[in-house]
């Protein structure tokens, strides 16, 4: 894989970021310079009204790569799932 | 050690008598059950509906469990959470911790559900007598509570 | 809140049922449960004989519980505590807190064990596999760990 | 009651304290010069072998007065029960 191919992903979202964006999951081609979850976070901010509006408050949702939690500034690396839901309720 | 997500109730003695029935090296079983309460600080909650991310859920969990059996001496550990509509009174999460003596199982069972509280990917849904939803807002006492174990 | 000093053993599932059952206002139950194991420090244990002083055990008992009402929000509180001959993988103890949230019924169920291991008037008498018995000695961590609550 | 008259009065023996002395309950009339609980016990060890040995270390054995537990030092006063037993090994 050359490094400006894009990359096939699969994302997933959970509880109000699902509501808001209007969708459980979706494949999407993740642009070569799109690295870390951050920077995917920004580039789906500019992808309509919903997505905007679930990353508003982009600290307060939470990601996970391929099922492990990690911080905003991850490398997304070879994960082919990414997940993004608020912060845990369960218990 | 044991993990699950149901959709089903769950028996106390049930999942105890499964867990450690027949051993004689257990001393001290704690079990812990989170139930749907019919008011939520002053909000009557007539009914919650928990969603999950399948198979993450499943691995923080084992991951939660197995950081528990590092940490103290446990002879077994379960953890049960249901996912779907619930309403109050109902069961919402089972933790059991097992182990020779009172402290040890006291602690991890403590420190399995302020990690389950956390880490696992569970979301709950109020719905108000009035109709009306809401997701539950997490809240910071479980982060300082999760982060005394630290 | 309730005290009980039996020879019978119990269940976890109905005694927690009997406690709370239909309430919707308990969200955290915590139940600990101590268990006669086979083997007391290398020693292999074939039955466990418990004495106790009738009344002063059901009054002390009642006192503790009083204490850790007095402490946390406890909505509902039991101590039941066996008497007999008991033998390897048997049930002794029970003790149940329910509240509204988790760190109270934890903390409370911690120090009724405490309490209960310190104050209440048992004895164990072990009777090993060779058929000698002994007097279980009390251990000082027990007067320490119910140190921690003063 | 005059102050040198005896009383009566229920002493109970538990675990090794009611084995070694070989007795479960006993009715005794107090002296009026034994009016604490630790006087009450250099009275008893002079009863016999096995009540001497039961005291053998007297700050080991504990004493409840009518159902409450209470330091050596506690005053009798009008107790109708005196209990003696090892340190409490339940739950």
């Known amino acids: ?91 | 050690m044991s993990v699950r997500v149901q959709t089903e109730d769950f028996d106390l003695s049930a999942e105890t008598e499964k867990l450690i029935g027949g051993r004689r090296d257990v001393g001290a079983i704690v079990t812990f059950t989170g139930k749907v309460r019919g008011d939520d600080d002053g909000r009557e909650v007539s009914t919650l509906t928990l969603e999950h991310y399948p198979e993450m859920t499943e691995a923080e969990m084992a991951r939660i469990e197995q950081e528990a059996m590092q940490r103290w001496p446990l002879q077994a550990v379960l953890m049960l959470h249901r996912v779907g509509e619930l309403k109050a009174g109902d069961n919402i999460v089972l933790v059991i911790a097992a182990s020779a003596h009172r402290q040890a199982a006291f602690e991890a069972a403590s420190f399995l559900m302020d990690y389950l509280k956390t880490r696992a990917p569970f979301w709950k849904k109020e719905t108000g007598a009035d109709g009306s939803s809401t997701w539950v807002e997490a809240r910071a006492e479980d982060d300082d509570a999760a982060d005394r174990w630290r």
């Open chain 1, 1 to 91: 894989m050359s490094a400006d191919a894009t990359r096939r992903v699969r994302l997933l979202y959970f509880a109000w970021v699902r509501e808001k964006i209007g969708l459980a999951t979706e494949d999407v081609d993740l642009p070569p310079d799109v690295a870390t979850v951050e920077a995917l976070v920004a580039w789906l901010k500019q992808r309509g009204e919903g997505y905007d509006e679930a990353f508003a408050r982009p600290q307060v949702v939470r990601a996970a790569l391929d099922k492990v939690h990690v911080k905003p500034s991850a490398a997304i690396g070879a994960a082919r799932e990414i997940a993004f839901f608020p912060p845990v309720t369960g218990g």
